[in-house]
Nanobody
Framework: VQLVESGGGLVQPGGSLRLSCAAS????????MGWYRQAPGKQRELVAT???????NYADSVKVRFTISRDNRKNTVYLQMNSLKPEDTAVYYC???????????????WGQGTQVTVSS
């Protein structure tokens, strides 16, 4: 399974960005999809997750400001980020628990990451 993120970039504080992550590769099913981020010198941390049924979970630091959503038909997850702050600067990674037709169990997959920089 390949996960390809897009939508990162440079934005001023208070601005917005929308990240997308498309999964491909003979996918039978995807359980949950999520976004994580890693700032320089820090550990990777959870940002938000969403199940196949639409249940969501957010880190306290992004609640209200960020919204995760997914299109199950397109195997794509989105992260709408509003009111961005400099501390949101990080590489954002997509994560998914998916099962391929040729594999008997679900596995976790990561995207390559997309840089988000919040700066004036």
């Amino acid at each position: 399974v390949q996960l390809v993120e897009s939508g990162g970039g440079l934005v001023q504080p208070g601005g917005s960005l929308r990240l997308s992550c498309a999964a491909s590769g003979r996918i039978f099913s995807i359980n949950y999809m999520g976004w994580y981020r890693q700032a320089p010198g820090k550990q990777r941390e959870l940002v938000a997750t969403i199940t196949s049924g639409g249940s969501t979970n957010y880190a306290d630091s992004v609640k209200v400001r960020f919204t995760i959503s997914r299109d199950n038909r397109k195997n794509t997850v989105y992260l709408q980020m509003n009111s961005l702050k400099p501390e949101d600067t990080a590489v954002y990674y997509c994560n998914a628990e998916a099962k391929q037709y040729s594999v008997s169990s679900y596995r976790f997959y990561w995207g390559q990451g997309t840089q988000v920089t919040v700066s004036s």
